[in-house]
């Protein structure tokens, strides 16, 4: 089996922070790249940003940033998703996927965790 959880999802107000956390079980984590996708009601998912296997290379979707922040920690099999600066616009379901390279494009994963809700409220 192999499962993606991500956990830190909530309820926050317009300019707060939140840090979501993907944990794997991945035999060989440290040789997938992982990204952050997220999908609000009524929109089509999309890409939020992605970390490379060894986390040299980091890529955001224009919308996230400067406002964040992918980081992982090899030794744990966890990802991380730090969001500053959260605009009602964010509100949506979260989810971490792992793949064969850092990609903006779903269909580039091969797993998906089952997804966090974060809801930033006006």
């Known amino acids: 089996q192999v499962h993606l959880v991500e956990s830190g999802g909530g309820v926050v107000q317009v300019g707060g922070s939140l840090r979501l956390s993907c944990a794997a079980s991945l035999y060989t984590f440290s040789t997938y790249a992982m990204g952050w996708f997220r999908q609000a009601p009524g929109k089509e998912r999309e890409f939020v940003g992605g970390?490379?296997?060894?986390?040299?290379?980091?890529s955001y979707a224009d919308s996230v940033k400067g406002r964040f922040f992918i980081s992982r920690d090899n030794a744990k099999k966890m990802v991380f998703l730090q969001m500053n600066g959260l605009k009602p616009e964010d509100t949506a379901v979260y989810y971490c996927?792992?793949?064969?390279?850092?990609?903006?494009?779903?269909?580039?994963?091969?797993?998906w965790g089952q997804g966090t809700q974060v809801t930033v409220s006006s």
């Open positions: 996927a792992a793949g064969l390279e850092l990609s903006s494009k779903s269909y580039t994963y091969n797993y």
């Open positions: 970390i490379s296997r060894d986390g040299g290379s980091t």
